[in-house]
């Protein structure tokens, strides 16, 4: 793969050309560099990539463009957004789906991640053209069909919200592509890249998203706890949901959900080389979260799975109490419905040997000690 020949194939989808600078093309050429280097795609994950990466340029375009046109998005003021900025596999995504219920709460769901433009509006959100093409997508899904085990690892239906690395992935800085391919090499350029700019596409996205539909933003991804004082400086008053889990069975968990979705895309035995790598990365993000917590923790509420698991509405309750939010008796009931529905498990059982991934729990939790003991993991 060539960037120039992605790139042209994202400005002919989209027919147009101003990317709003040059900022992606680092990351793109570190991205096609790896997948070269170590993804050892089969015959569906060439095109798939190929895919992926015209569809977010093209985004990024359609995103530029809009702006252009309507320059007062200037004057949106993304207001008191909250960053659910724990480990993959310590609860983000049942928290973020549990809190998206709320009736003031504005988080993204796929469909808008991925094609922003033009920004959906209140009226219209459910009957969207892009959430029902999203809804008949999942029925249908490729990956379901071909990947029928996934969704006891991970799921995020069109209706709920997802991660914010699909609009991160615009700017080309995103661990989306290391959750769908084995790529080491993209991951430390992830890793030594400021995030700065990344963070500031990512703020254009959600004044253009909430323009139409406004509400206040919670939004989650794995990814933001590398970048906690990007994120401080872009969203002078985010507030930061830390949420705890034992670090060895996140790492293990996330590495058995890499390769999970990364066997429709390769035929490769990745399993070892994934735990070396989503070790390196879960630890960096516990240790970037730390450091940027003496910096900044007075922003910062903790959250511990075991609660969320044993008691999600009284675990809830006592988040927003401590982020000031108000708990409205709707929001009440919706969550307990939501509770009542989406039970864990419901789609099986997640099973892993930490073994599998060359991953031994000993050596793992000797590192983050101190951070397992601090939130009484340990």
Same mark, same amino acid.
Not at 92 to 99: E, M, P, Q
Not at 138 to 166: Q, R, W
Not at 192 to 200: C, I
């Given at each position: ?10 400005? !002919? ?11 992606? #093309? ?15 795609? /089969? ?11 015209? =569809? ?32 993959? #596999? ?18 993204? $769901? ?29 029925? /249908? ?5 071909? /990947?029928? *085990?996934?969704?006891?690892?991970? @799921? ?10 699909? %609009? ?16 080491? *090499? ?19 996205? @959600? ?23 990007? %994120? ?10 830390? !949420?705890? #889990? ?42 970037? !979260? ?27 309750? #006592?988040?927003?109490?401590?982020? *000031?939010?108000?708990? =409205? ?19 099986? $059982? ?14 793992? /939790?000797?590192?983050?000690?101190? @951070?397992?003991?601090? @939130?009484?993991?340990?």
């Amino acid at each position: 793969m060539k960037a120039e020949q992605l790139i042209d194939a994202a400005t !002919t989808t989209a027919a147009l050309t101003d990317f709003g600078g040059d900022g992606y #093309r680092e990351g793109l050429d570190a991205l096609l560099a790896s997948f070269d280097e170590s993804a050892e795609p /089969n015959a569906i994950g060439e095109p798939t990539i190929e895919a992926l990466v015209t =569809s977010t340029l093209a985004a990024r375009l359609q995103v530029v463009d809009w702006w252009t046109q309507h320059p007062e998005l200037a004057h949106e003021q993304i207001v008191d957004p909250v960053f659910i900025v724990g480990v993959a #596999r310590s609860g983000t995504t049942a928290l973020s789906h549990l809190l998206s219920v709320d009736p003031a709460v504005r988080s993204p $769901r796929q469909w808008e991640a991925q094609a922003p433009v033009p920004p959906p509006e209140v009226a219209s959100y459910d009957t969207d053209e892009r959430h029902l093409a999203a809804l008949e997508a999942d029925e /249908n899904s490729i990956i379901h069909a071909l /990947n029928p *085990g996934f969704k006891a690892m991970h @799921y995020d239906p069109p209706n709920m919200p997802t991660e914010c690395v699909p %609009i991160m992935a615009q700017h080309l800085v995103s661990l989306q592509f290391n959750a769908m391919f084995h790529l080491p *090499g993209y991951a430390d350029f992830v890793l030594g890249v400021d995030h700065v700019p990344t963070y500031q596409h990512h703020k254009l996205v @959600y004044q253009l998203l909430q323009s139409r539909h406004p509400g206040r933003w919670v939004l989650k991804s794995p990814h933001h706890a590398l970048a906690v004082d990007a %994120i401080a400086e872009v969203y002078p008053d985010a507030r930061f949901v830390w !949420t705890h #889990r034992d670090p060895a069975t996140c790492i293990a968990s996330t590495a058995s959900i890499s390769c999970g979705l990364g066997s429709t895309f390769s035929d490769a035995d990745h399993r070892v080389a994934a735990g070396k790598l989503w070790t390196t990365l879960l630890t960096e993000m516990i240790d970037r !979260t730390g450091d940027a917590r003496q910096r900044h923790g007075d922003r910062f509420v903790d959250v511990d799975y075991r609660d969320l698991v044993a008691d999600p509405l009284a675990t809830t309750a #006592r988040l927003y109490d401590d982020l *000031g939010m108000d708990l =409205s008796a709707e929001a009440e009931q919706r969550m307990a419905a939501h509770v009542g529905e989406h039970r864990q498990h419901r789609f099986g $059982r997640h099973e892993y040997e930490l073994a599998d991934f060359g991953l031994d729990a000993d050596e793992l /939790n000797e590192p983050l000690s101190s @951070y397992r003991e601090t @939130y009484g993991l340990a």
